[in-house]
Nanobody
């Protein structure tokens, strides 16, 4: 079974940028939408962004619109989350996941495969 691996997390100052990557452990990415979710201490996991398997359709949480950009690599094997103008409120563990359906859904219950998460910490 395909395993998803996130990378690119780290510590950054407010206003800085990070780019997260989500890639399958195998040589090809499954033909399903990929979503990014995050979970901060004491909070429930929340939707961040999602993209369909072609890369033509995207969805964003209101809190990250205009700051974050989700995209796929040219070979479709990697999904990126470019995070700009980071704020302390963005601090969380970020997870990528594969949707069971053909649309880039916002509901985490529609995703059936999850990565281990990567920590993003934004300092004031």
């Amino acid at each position: 079974q395909v395993e998803l691996v996130e990378s690119g997390g780290g510590l950054v100052q407010a206003g800085g940028s990070l780019r997260l990557s989500c890639a399958p452990s195998g040589r090809t990415f499954p033909n399903y939408p990929i979503g990014w979710f995050r979970q901060a201490p004491g909070k429930e996991r929340e939707f961040v962004a999602a993209i369909n398997y072609v890369g033509s359709t995207t969805n964003y949480a209101d809190s990250v619109k205009s700051r974050f950009t989700i995209s796929r690599s040219s070979d479709k094997n990697t999904v990126f989350l470019q995070m700009n103008s980071l704020e302390p409120e963005d601090t969380a563990v970020y997870y990528c996941a594969r949707s069971r359906f053909g649309t880039p859904a916002t509901d985490m219950t529609q995703y059936d495969l999850w990565g281990q998460g990567t920590q993003v910490t934004v300092s004031s």
